[in-house]
């Protein structure tokens, strides 16, 4: 029945391209890409990393969120790595290596990113200098700062 | 003192600005691998189908430079890129090609249908030598010199107007 469901599910779908997208999965999954590590403490590991890599082929989910085969592949190498001892850094820059930040949700400060973290603390000090000279001034005004002179 | 309140204005003027210049233009669907320069990771991968040779990194040292192709028979724009492969193949250029996620029945009808370019084809099951050479993607086209090095990446099917770009880069990797 199943078997005929497909056939069916083919013939609408073949003539779309859709089927060719399914024949990808048609391939039994990479042995960890479905499969938790036995171990709790490396599973645990591994989920953790693999929340914060990129899936490369849906760009917005994380491959741990990911149905996407390569995603499942990734998730292999993760797992696959950790049980053979490798820590998640290793296996982050592992990946950074190969396809860059892009890669990885959790930014590192580098030679294109400094300016998210630095802008910010910017933002911040110059705040910070604005309110000292206001509340400066109303001091040396002679206005009583902490009151309800205001 | 008035033109500290035309300063909100002008941000969101600058910002909506900001937004439709890029709603204009085109959005990076590619992710180039970080591993061009760099000698390709040792791997062995079995043969994709019967009566074919597998391919290892030893396939790719010593003589041409040759072309890595990372392809699929259940890939599409794979189809369209056959031809192209083919032409290459015309002017003498070794192709190898890497079947991911693939079974060995898939590959020989898509070869009988769409012609066969490559001198091996390596299966890679769980994209493996895909994660190692940072593709991305199906299809992909690597150069690679005589010494195993990494020297060109081409995102995507290769057009005709990639032959003679491929051919260039193959020229300059010698």
Not at chain 1, 7 to 25: D, E, F, H
Request: with cysteine; proline share 7%.
């Amino acid at each position: 029945m199943m078997r005929f469901a497909l056939a069916i599910l083919a013939l609408i779908a073949g003539p779309l391209g859709v089927g060719q997208a399914l024949a990808q999965q048609a391939m039994p999954p990479a042995p960890y890409a479905y499969v938790q590590l036995e171990n709790p403490v490396l599973e645990a590991e591994a989920s953790a990393l693999m929340e914060t890599l990129r899936c490369l082929k849906c760009q917005s989910q994380s491959i741990n969120d990911s149905d996407a085969p390569m995603a499942g592949d990734m998730r292999h190498q993760v797992r696959s790595r950790i049980l053979a001892g490798e820590s998640p850094d290793q296996i982050r820059s592992w990946l950074v290596q190969r396809y860059g930040d892009y890669v990885s949700y959790e930014p590192e400060v580098s030679a294109t990113t400094w300016p998210l973290f630095a802008i910010p603390l910017l933002l911040l000090a110059i705040v910070g200098l604005v309110l000292l000279r206001r509340l400066g001034k109303r001091r040396s005004d002679g206005i009583d700062v902490g009151g309800e002179a205001v | 003192m008035r033109i500290i309140f035309a300063i909100p204005l002008a941000l969101f003027l600058f910002f909506a600005g900001l937004a439709a210049y890029m709603l204009t233009q085109d959005k990076a669907q590619t992710i180039p691998s970080q591993m061009i320069e760099q000698p390709l990771p040792e791997f062995s991968l079995q043969p994709a189908l019967d009566g074919m040779p597998g391919a290892s990194k030893s396939d790719f040292i010593g003589g041409e430079p040759r072309l890595l192709n990372i392809w699929a028979s259940w890939c599409l724009p794979c189809i369209a890129e056959a031809p192209h492969l083919e032409r290459l193949k015309d002017e003498g250029v070794d192709i190898i090609g890497i079947a991911v996620r693939d079974q060995p029945a898939a590959v020989a009808d898509f070869l009988s249908r769409y012609g066969n370019p490559y001198s091996r084809i390596g299966a890679d099951d769980i994209s493996a030598l895909m994660l190692e050479i940072g593709a991305s993607g199906v299809p992909e086209t690597y150069v690679i010199d005589a010494q195993g090095n990494i020297r060109y990446q081409h995102i995507g099917d290769v057009r005709a107007e990639t032959v003679p770009l491929l051919l260039e880069k193959l020229e300059e990797a010698r």
